[in-house]
């Protein structure tokens, strides 16, 4: 009985120093110290988080960390990387051996395929040797023409290359998300995240398809990426609304603005300013619903864009 009592003593000394360690401001203030010490990571809260519950608007809105977009070569490189990364090993390896690799490290896929696109003439046709051999590709160019899209490609070949046309595809789409830019100044922050949330009108789960950047009416929108202009207009629930098509299936979409600066129809390069954000449709307060469409459908654009979000209370869209 001792014993027993003795080993339950023991478990709720461990479990009482496990919540010091994590829960409280002494246990905060030594793992950010011993981080500092020991040039580690931690994930301990700031210290004045811990007085600020229940104080609205306590703490600053964290903004939103943005990496600088990857090259396109690059973003091609983290394309194939995700590409193959849900393959079987026995499968990812084929390729790789192929392209005579060791690993499928973003670096080293990124330099073959710059080097097939050079030799194949275009990033489709890269992409395309990459996964089903430089023979199949030059047969599928010579048929389709020079800088012929992927799906024309594909086309010219006989279906047991459907696998590897369809890893083609999911790089140059993945490949495109990766070299999207920013559509807001840095210092924007998230009103509201992509995902499934409570309707605040309709009640019930809905999935909010995009995040929201509280910014400013006014504020200055760019063009994440070069691509086509497909929607520039005004409906009730979007308000003033902008859709750009940057190929490779991959669209972003820019609701609630002010004002629309490009036309449908319109060629508009990476970090042209394509609009004024507002608060038009039907929205709380000013901010940028940024959306990006997948072929698969939406998917949330700060796992490709964006370094640790944080959510702040302010205009959203019902
Ligand atoms: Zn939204």
Known sequence: MRRVRSLLDLALAGLALWAAWYHTPAGALVRVV????????????????????????????????????????AALGAGASAAMSRLAPAERERILARNHLRS???????????????VHRSREAGVLAFFCGGEAARFAVERAGRGARLEDLA??????????????????????????????????????PFGMREHPVLGG???????DLGVPVGTEIHAVAPGIVRRSSEDSVSGLALVIDHG???STVYFHNEQLLVHKGDHVAQGQIVSRSGNTGRSTGPHLHYQ???????????????????????????
Do not use: K, M, N
Not at 104 to 118: C, H, I, T, Y
Not at 292 to 308: E, H, T, Y
């Open 248 to 250: 490779s299936g991959v």
């Open 292 to 318: 990006l469409d997948l072929p698969s459908g939406p998917v949330d654009p700060l796992r490709f864009r964006i370094a640790r979000p944080h959510v702040d209370r302010g205009g959203t869209d019902l």
């Open 205 to 211: 789960q809905r999935l909010h398809a995009g995040v």
């Open 34 to 73: 011993s981080a500092h010490v020991f040039g580690t990571r931690t994930t301990a809260r700031p210290l004045l988080a811990y007085y600020s519950a229940g104080t609205e608007g306590a703490q600053a809105p964290e903004v939103i960390v943005p990496r600088p977009p990857l090259a396109p070569a």
């Open 104 to 118: 499928a490290a973003p670096e080293g896929l990124s330099d073959v395929v710059a080097r097939l696109s050079s």
């Open 155 to 192: 086309r010219e070949l006989p279906p047991s290359y459907e696998r590897s046309i369809s890893l083609a595809g999911d790089t140059l789409t993945l490949g495109t998300a990766y070299a999207l830019a920013c559509p807001v100044p840095p210092w924007a922050h998230v009103t509201s």
